[in-house]
């Protein structure tokens, strides 16, 4: 299995297109955007203000996290060093490769974290606990 490091994961520019009259319109496309294909998209919202989300990593899942609404912040680590994106734009996605602990918090009111996956969802590429997060990095 392919081990990410931190650097791996960062701001993806989206496209847009903008039209001073309709508005702007984003596009994701498989083959185009990612370097992964997407098979899922699912999104979080109504998140309380001060609640907190994610608190685990993926095995073998690749994500690009989006705030198509309002804004939240996305903090990543490799089990030794962390980065944090605030996210406030709807044509940025964060590209988040497999076996990085993420956390998700400052929700905005009525924003909206849209994620868009590599894989369908399998609870078996799930680490919800650190310590075992920490031993998939060292032995990977
Ligand atoms: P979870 O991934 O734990 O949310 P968080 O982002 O807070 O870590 O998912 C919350 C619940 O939703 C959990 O019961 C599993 C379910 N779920 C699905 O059924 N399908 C999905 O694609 C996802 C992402 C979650």
Redesign the pocket.
Known sequence: MEKYSLEDCRIVELDRHHSDRKGNLTVVENGVTLPFDVK?V?Y?YDVPGGES????AHKSLSQLIVAASGSFRVTLSDGVNSRSFFLNRPYHGLLVRPGMWRD?DDFSSGAVCM?L?SDI?L?DD?IREYDEFLAFRNNG
């Open positions: 899922r699912y979080m989300r994610g608190a685990h998700l994620v996956a969802y609870e799930y």
